[in-house]
């Protein structure tokens, strides 16, 4: 059984509700929900939160209520210990954990964002949950196994946490924590150069989130579940096809 706990206003998102759902599954997950109308789902990516759609949230809810949760791992909702196997981030769990936030919420169907990460998630949604989802909306990102077949010296050397991320533990997550701060600037440096995309107050909360060890690890166990459980669970389903109408962006 679900809970829910009010955990106050958003300090970075006018108009939006901080809350603490407790799944089916025993993970917490926090979640920012604003608006009203038709539900849809914003599914930031890595090394951001919530936080990160703090600029078109207002608008979105002027039509739909935005529900904004922390992916497992992420920001303040819960960072179990993985398994061997990295099933505990996969994405086709942490589809799950969606599916069950929102039927914590009384919403059985709903549309979603997928940013970066997010879209990984959003895209096992879709294929695991067709009847749940009414249109979805991917942006910068492409297939996991498309990524790493057409992987060269260029994308290896400029994505290069693609591949540090997934060493085997305490690796990454030992080297991180030394001083997270320059990894998270290094990370976003492109970001950072664009005036307006990443402020400093954004830069903190992350950070914020970055400097705990649990998220740090959680965070290599996402990468580690893509690059072993993501893929078989997609090579399973290579006839599937997302069912409802989807819209692309890339910049």
């Not at 701060?181 to 150069?193: N, P, V, W, Y």
Request: glycine share 6%.
């Amino acid at each position: 059984m679900s809970t829910l706990i009010e955990c106050g206003a958003s300090p970075f998102i006018p108009g939006v509700a901080l809350k603490d759902v407790r799944l089916e599954n025993g993970l917490t997950v926090r979640v920012a929900i604003g608006g009203s109308g038709s539900p849809l789902v914003l599914l930031h990516g890595h090394p951001q939160n919530h936080t990160t759609w703090r600029k078109v949230a207002p608008t979105l809810a002027q039509n739909h209520t935005v529900i904004l949760p922390d992916l497992r791992g992420y920001g303040d909702s819960d960072k179990p210990t993985s398994d061997p196997a990295h099933r505990t981030y996969s994405k086709r769990t942490m589809a799950q954990d969606i599916v069950m936030l929102m039927d914590a919420l009384g919403f059985s169907r709903f549309a979603f964002v997928g940013h970066d990460r997010g879209g990984r998630v959003g895209h096992r949604l879709a294929l695991d949950y067709p009847d749940r989802v009414t249109c979805c909306t991917f942006i910068d990102i492409a297939p996991t196994a498309t990524m790493y077949a057409l992987t060269d010296k260029s994308f290896a050397t400029r994505y290069f946490w693609w591949f540090f991320l997934i060493q085997p533990f305490p690796l990454p997550e030992t080297m991180i924590a030394h001083d997270p701060a320059f990894f998270l600037r290094k990370h976003i440096s492109g970001q950072l150069k664009i005036e307006g995309a990443t402020s400093q107050e954004a830069f903190n909360e992350y950070l914020r989130c970055y400097q705990n060890p649990e998220m740090i690890h959680a965070i290599c166990e996402d990468y580690r579940a893509a690059a072993t459980i993501d893929l078989d669970d997609d090579a399973a389903d290579t006839s599937a096809r997302i069912r409802c109408p989807l819209q692309l962006l890339w910049g």
